[in-house]
């Protein structure tokens, strides 16, 4: 909790516990993949649910689960697939237990009814409700309904949206129909004649994920710009939507008394730095999603530039000089050897990590730094 603040609201890129990174997580596939499938099966997809795990399930449900999503889970149990309303975004489909071995019972421990217990503290989510899937905060689920006379579980996949006030809003006919819509047009188009502002400490929030081109309307401004802020705002109320002008400018942060970064964590408790520029981060740049309270590098007396999860950053960049105490500090803190480990490290999407490496870039050397954030 930021002191001052009597409330806090963060939305974050997340797996398992509403966090997106994970540990063996993978995209969603199938053994006998459809023309759909294939173009997702970008990493390793996760082992078919025992037959024993579903019918585990099922008595606990006191229900059979419906036969397409029940397949799915018979070919590959959880991993996720794209969200054709939201650019960039993704479904983490919620697996099934599986207690065949450790390693799996470790994987799937936060199964269906894990989210789906989660999903009921929200007294907006349906009573019948059982959740399959959500994208990287448990404010947007997928999910199916119980049929109250009959008790059967029906397969039609319907939308809970805190953010639209949708709680039970018709999704797809089915998970395989979910997994084939098409991208669906945004009603508001950028205007290309708008140049976007320029964040001196942020290389790309749209490459980072917090930035998404959206028709949804700008919290602070109240106008439809075309783009639309999706990541981390410390604030008393909820609002934390903005266009990349009201951050920009600093109205958002003015309007709600917010910050975007923690001004505590500018210069990472090494670098102490002028007010104005602790301002321009926490209260006029993006912030990123983070397992732990995002800090910020910062080197020759300035903030560094945000790059990136070093997944995105360029490897001829990381292989260069200016890098070389980056690498080492790095391999130390993540207990990793500076060959294999190294390249492991760059080889492993985030998602199948349990720790993420930011990379910040210096303004006036070129030197860059950053941290290793554990879960």
Not at 143 to 167: C, K, M, Q, Y
Request: charged fraction near 25%; hydrophobic fraction near 35%; charge should be negative.
């Amino acid at each position: 909790m930021r002191s001052g603040r009597a409330a806090c609201s963060r939305k974050k890129k997340c797996e398992d516990d509403s966090r997106r990174r994970s540990n063996g997580r993978a995209v969603f596939g199938i053994l006998q993949p459809g023309p759909s499938f294939v173009s997702m099966n970008r990493h390793t997809q996760p082992l078919p649910a025992p037959e024993s795990a579903l019918r585990a399930l099922e008595e606990k449900l006191g229900a059979a689960l419906p036969p397409i999503l029940r397949s799915r889970y018979a070919a590959s149990n959880g991993g996720s697939f794209g969200d054709p309303r939201k650019r960039d975004a993704e479904w983490q489909l919620h697996p099934v237990f599986d207690s065949s071995d450790r390693k799996q019972m470790k994987r799937t421990a936060e199964d269906v009814l894990h989210y789906t217990r989660l999903a009921l503290q929200d007294a907006r989510f349906p009573r019948d409700g059982i959740s399959i899937a959500h994208d990287y905060s448990m404010y947007r689920q997928l999910f199916v309904r119980r049929d109250p006379a009959s008790g059967n579980i029906a397969e039609d996949i319907l939308l809970f949206d805190v953010h639209t006030g949708e709680f039970a809003a018709p999704y797809a006919c089915d998970l395989q129909a979910a997994i084939d819509q098409a991208r669906v047009p945004e009603a508001v188009q950028p205007d290309p004649a708008r140049a976007l502002p320029v964040f001196r400490y942020y290389a790309d929030p749209f490459e980072a994920g917090v930035m998404r081109t959206s028709g949804e309307t700008c919290q602070c401004c109240g106008q439809a710009t075309g783009y639309i802020y999706d990541g981390s705002f410390y604030a008393i109320g909820d609002e934390s939507h903005f266009c990349p002008w009201c951050i920009a400018d600093g109205s958002a942060a003015a309007k709600f008394e917010g910050e975007f970064n923690d001004a505590a964590g500018v210069g990472m408790g090494e670098v102490e730095l002028p007010m104005r520029i602790i301002e321009e981060v926490s209260q006029r740049t993006p912030s990123f999603f983070s397992w732990q309270q995002e800090r910020w590098w910062a080197h020759c007396n300035d903030a560094g530039r945000f790059l990136g999860e070093i997944e995105h950053v360029d490897r001829a960049l990381l292989a260069s000089e200016p890098a070389a105490d980056f690498v080492r500090e790095t391999c130390g803190d993540a207990h990793l050897d500076a060959g294999e480990g190294w390249q492991w490290l760059l080889d492993t999407p985030s998602r199948e990590r349990s720790f993420a490496v930011f990379v910040f870039g210096c303004l006036h050397c070129g030197k860059l730094g950053g941290y290793v954030d554990l879960s």
